[in-house]
T-cell receptor, first 112, second 110 residues
Framework: SAVISQKPSRDICQRGTSLTIQCQVDSQVTMMFWYRQQPGQSLTLIATANQGSEATYESGFVIDKFPISRPNLTFSTLTVSNMSPEDSSIYLC?????????FGPGTRLTVL | GEDVEQSLFLSVREGDSSVINCTYTDSSSTYLYWYKQEPGAGLQLLTYIFSNMDMKQDQRLTVLLNKKDKHLSLRIADTQTGDSAIYFCAESGNTGKLIFGQGTTLQVKP
């Protein structure tokens, strides 16, 4: 298994600001993913964080709004830019170390 | 495109068995997963099954896969109040990304 931590665990932000969420894994993993869970909804994949290259974004998500970094095999960040109340969600990092996929505890974001 | 469907709500009495069902459309799915989410918490991986398997048992949990009908189920034996949560079914292909169902809220009555 993989142990994943995320910072911050929660935050309340003002409209128009940006927040960077960190994801740290206790072992090197090839694949890291960022998901969003809107209130009362299921999870939707935002992007795949690729080490050493640009992230791969899913339909409906763009780099300008959700820039992602992946400087090494144990760490990634997701930034939620120019936030609006519609960005209020739980943001989860996940990793796929060996054909099973584990999730971090999530970052609960509220935008006022 | 790929789609995963679950019923939204299930209510059972403590001690009974719970069966949560899921259907999916992607015939190239490699792995199918069950996750549990308790209120205010992240996702806990409960169990998973490889697509060439029919069944997997792990203590109180039994996963059944009917690949022909693209139907997955999770059976929880001797359901306890601590099992009350939202259960998500998810499937993945060889890209690693997961497609999730809407989640089934399991309510366990004492």
């Amino acid at each position: 298994s993989a142990v994943i931590s995320q910072k911050p665990s929660r935050d309340i932000c003002q409209r128009g600001t940006s927040l960077t969420i960190q994801c740290q894994v206790d072992s090197q993993v090839t694949m890291m993913f960022w998901y969003r869970q809107q209130p009362g909804q299921s999870l939707t994949l935002i992007a795949t964080a690729n080490q050493g290259s640009e992230a791969t974004y899913e339909s409906g998500f763009v780099i300008d709004k959700f820039p992602i970094s992946r400087p090494n095999l144990t760490f990634s960040t997701l930034t939620v830019s120019n936030m609006s109340p519609e960005d209020s969600s739980i943001y989860l990092c996940s990793v796929d170390p060996r054909d099973t996929q584990y999730f971090g505890p999530g970052t609960r974001l509220t935008v006022l | 495109g790929e789609d995963v469907e679950q019923s939204l709500f299930l209510s059972v009495r403590e001690g009974d068995s719970s069966v949560i069902n899921c259907t999916y459309t992607d015939s190239s799915s490699t792995y199918l997963y069950w996750y549990k989410q308790e209120p205010g918490a992240g996702l806990q991986l409960l169990t998973y099954i490889f697509s060439n398997m029919d069944m997997k048992q792990d203590q109180r949990l039994t996963v059944l896969l009917n690949k022909k009908d693209k139907h997955l189920s999770l059976r929880i034996a001797d359901t306890q109040t601590g099992d009350s949560a939202i259960y998500f079914c998810a499937e993945s292909g060889n890209t690693g990304k997961l497609i999730f169902g809407q989640g089934t809220t399991l309510q366990v009555k004492p």
